[in-house]
């Protein structure tokens, strides 16, 4: 059962930072830093992310990405650009969970940690940039802080319900997904449509 554990917390921060690298880090060093949390035996080695400097860099990574992510169209270029980086930081949240497994262990968790982070990752940016498809820019900032407090939310119940946590962020992010995709369908209809009525020749026998 520890073990289980074990890799539902491993997963569930791999699923945060998919979705927010920097305050996952950032929140969880400052729980950490300042004994908000105890950590138990067996997470003894995410004491590193309290460390000053750790939480200093995810900070002020966090508070840029804090402002792009509210600019439509900037917070797609930001998701792009880090496409390649949550999932990797999420593989090293995950091993840095378990310890110090065995090689063969470290690959299979960096694999799991690193999809299920560039899962979350991906039905973020795919609702991002559908909701930049609205010309106002309320929807982007709603979704950011929507985003920003379904991250602490996590972090919450990762510390008492790990496992309950890893269901309802898999259940999240599907549903995510599901909905994200019949947007960016529906984007691309109208995309087509209208290009369409671009290249028609005009009708010259209409009156101006």
């Given amino acids: 059962m520890e073990k289980l554990d074990l890799l539902a917390v491993a997963l569930g921060l791999a699923a945060l930072a998919g979705v927010n690298l920097y305050l996952t880090v950032f929140a969880t ?108 820019p309320l929807t982007n900032i709603a979704l950011s802080l929507g985003e920003d407090a379904a991250v602490l939310g996590g972090l919450t119940l990762v510390h008492f319900a790990p496992l309950l946590a890893l269901i309802i962020f898999l259940i999240a992010i599907g549903v995510l997904f599901y909905f994200a995709r019949r947007l960016l369908r529906s984007i691309k209809g109208r995309i087509g449509v209208t290009r369409k009525k671009l290249e028609e020749p005009a009708d010259r026998n209409v009156s101006v």
Avoid: M
């Fill in 29 to 136: 060093g400052l729980a950490i830093h300042f004994h908000w949390i105890t950590l138990a035996p067996q997470y003894q080695s995410l004491e590193i992310l309290g460390n000053p400097w750790i939480i200093s860099i995810a900070g002020v990574l966090y508070l840029l990405e804090f402002f792009a992510d509210k600019i439509p169209w900037v917070d797609s270029i930001c998701d792009a650009v880090h496409t390649i980086i949550r999932p990797i930081g999420g593989a090293l949240l995950a091993i840095q969970v378990l310890g110090h497994p065995s090689p063969a262990l470290t690959v299979i968790v960096a694999l799991l940690a690193g999809g299920t982070s560039l899962i979350a990752h991906t039905a973020k940016a795919a609702t991002r940039l559908a909701s930049n498809a609205s010309p106002e």
